[in-house]
């Protein structure tokens, strides 16, 4: 098991910046890719952004592509999200997830992908 948590979201005017962190513990010792996923209200779940286990490839969804930021620290078993530029729309409460994975360069953009969730964060932009 793999327990997630996330941290760092909060209420931010329209150009600021935030950086959710996620901390993983438990089967730590395992490969994992990583994935952040966000749901506004009303909302499906929706892909921001994915990182494979060595950090190597990212992906990111096109209306975050250039202001959002994933990358990870494995020493720490914490993967971030360095969100610039933020706008009313990126609203919305926060998820990392994480699927164990033998491979160091794949990453998955589906949620139902992924095995283990952490309970979110929320992110409120301000106009």
């Known amino acids: 098991q793999v327990q997630l948590v996330e941290s760092g979201g909060g209420l931010v005017q329209a150009g600021g910046s935030l950086r959710l962190s996620c901390a993983a513990s438990?089967?730590?010792?395992?490969?994992?890719?990583s994935g952040w996923f966000r749901q506004a209200p009303g909302k499906e779940r929706e892909f921001v952004a994915a990182i494979s286990w060595t950090g190597s490839n990212t992906n990111y969804a096109d209306s975050v592509k250039g202001r959002f930021t994933i990358s990870r620290d494995n020493a720490k078993n914490t993967v971030y999200l360095q969100m610039n530029s933020l706008k009313p729309e990126d609203s919305a409460v926060y998820y990392c997830?994480?699927?164990?994975?033998?491979?160091?360069?794949?990453?998955?953009?589906?949620?139902?992908?992924?095995?283990?969730w952490g309970q979110g964060t929320q992110v409120t932009v301000s106009s």
């Open positions: 997830a994480a699927k164990v994975e033998s491979s160091n360069t794949y990453y998955y953009t589906f949620y139902y992908e992924y095995e283990y």
């Open positions: 438990g089967r730590t010792f395992s490969r994992y890719a």
